[in-house]
Each structure stands twice: as C-alpha cells, then as structure tokens.
C-alpha cells in the first residue's frame, strides 16, 4: 500500500461471463481497415484512487496484493507511466490505455478493441476498475493474477505486437528516465518481471466505490431514490438477479456483483434447433395441471440457475460440451420452455401452471 493511501486494481471483470475460446484475432488483411485511436493522455481519472472511499473492501484490498509484490508509492507511479506509454507496443502506437482509456470508465467504448496495425480483435475490452477483485482475468479466465495479465496483451500479435516480453524492455531499458526509475523502484535496471509487477501495482490502485449505491448499503438512506430502492428490491426478489450478481445468498458479495464462475448465457443457442423445441414445450407447459411440489421433485427442479434449452440438444451431439447456466435476453422464454421439456421427459408430469409463471415473468 502506498503512503498516500492509494492500493490497486486490474483487468477484467465482471459481470457475467460468456465462456468462449480464447481467439487472438483477425490478422487477414481485411482485417486492417481502422488504425488505433491516439493514446489517451494520463489525466485526473487515471490517478491511484483513495483507500478511504464508501464501500471498499479493506479486507479483499489488502489480500489482494501478493507478498512478491508489495505497494509502494514509487512503484505506482512507473506502473502508471508505463500504462500509457506506447513505446510497450511493436510500432508505437498502442500502449495499455489505448484499450482501457479512463475517460471511458477504463475501456476503449467499441464492440472490439484496435490493436497495432489496425488489427481489430475478436473481443471488446473490459474495464480495469476493481479488476484486482478477480479471482481471474480476461473474458476467459486464462489468467490468474494481474502480474500475469499484464504480460500477455504486449506480445500478443493483435495488441501491441511484440515478440516477446524483452524485446519491450528493449525498447525501454535504453531511456534513462526508465533505467532510473526501474533502479529506484527495484535496485536494477529494467526487465520483463519488474515491468509486468510496475504495471500490476498500478492496475490495483484504479478501485470504483463511493457511489450513492455504496452510501445507501452503508446506511445512507437518502443517497439512493424510492424508484432506484424498488429496484434493489426487485433485484433481490422476482427478478432473481442476485442469484449471479451477488452469491451466496447467506453472505451476498456487493464488490463486484458477479459470482467469478462461467456461465451459458444462450450465445449461438439458434446453432441448435432450438425453435422447435421451444413451440414443443410450450405445448407441454400448456397442458400441465400437476401439482407444483410432486413436479419440482420428479424433475428435480435445479433451485440455483436455469438451464438453457441446448442441453438436451447437445447430449446427443456434442456429449463433451457443458451447457448449463442462466439466460438472459431473447433466449430466457425458449430456455425455460427447454427446460421444462427436458424435465417432462424424467416424468409422467408436466409443469403446472405456477412453474410457467415463475419463469416467465
């Protein structure tokens, strides 16, 4: 922790997850159609925020900073440097904030992010605000600590280009602002270890809390509104959305409102044939008069998450791939009525009719 009171953060995040294969990105030439917009310039937004805001974490702060690699103000501030400094990239022209611009809550605002070049990747960026909360990084998961995903956009061929690790040190270790900074902060000149622990001491500082959000769970009861406390109540209640965005219900974790697991939320879903099914177990639905508790238990009605429609359509064709999880959006009705398909083939009994309320709301 720095002296100043600041910590640090990463990126990654939130939210529920679509657990897709990592895909490096377009590289054909069609792909080569935009260049990255200029480097954000470091600005108010991006200073190390204060470990004194409303609803932070002190406990979840400080366990996660690893004991290898400790806070220290001096370390934030070349971590910070580096996050902005182009000179990371192959050409030039891309440096951390190019994805993660703080003037864009830490994101880069497009559908997929613009590497060197002008190449465009297969996924858009997530923000680095609390990302030190992640028990793991990008999209996929395929890193564990911010050390480790610090190193990985600098060499991948679509980001920033570089062969390898040193050949950014390269790039750096020549400049005397950088092998003054790097003896300072760690007693020897620049390398790839120290630059990626720079760049993660900072990522920890960028902490989101203090909303009016924040002020109302601490006790604050006017901070919030009736419509946004009718909302907090839907959120907990009909609405189910606690049940990915804040688990265990015993013990709700509010930092990030995710629960860090992968879920199948219906990407692709039109891939299965689904529509059929869905028009089949509508008819199903419809029919049904069974008393609600014998249904439940011949089903074995899952109480956490709503399996999507393609689970019976992937076990004969695709056994391997698990497909289970909430839905959202357009898919949530054909899902449902998967589902209750599915369970109507485990028993005699179709779903009575305060099943196909529950979920169709």
Known sequence: MGRDGSIGCAVCASFVVVALIAMPGDTSASSLLARPPPIPKSGPLAQPRSTRQV??????TLAAIPPDNPQTAEKIALGQKLFFDGRLSVDGTVACAT???????FTDGRPTSIGVLGRRGQRNSLTVLNALY??????DGRAKTLEDQAALPITNPVEMGQPDLEAAVASLAALPEYQQAFQAVFGHPPNGQDLVRALASYERTLTSFDSPFDRFLAGDDKAIDESAKRGWVLFNDRGRCN???ALPDDMPDLTNFKDDDFHNIGVLIVRHRVVPLAREAEKLIDSGNAADKSWRASARWPGRTV???TRSARSA???RRRSSGPTTGPVLAQSCRGTARTAAQRSDTPAPESIRKAFLF
């Open 55 to 60: 609803g932070l974490p002190s406990d979840k």
């Open 99 to 105: 994805c993660h611009d703080p003037q864009r809550a």
């Open 243 to 245: 049940k990915c965005h």
């Open 134 to 139: 992640n028990q793991t990084q990008f999209w």
């Open 317 to 319: 064709s695709s056994p």
């Open 307 to 309: 399996p999507t429609a």
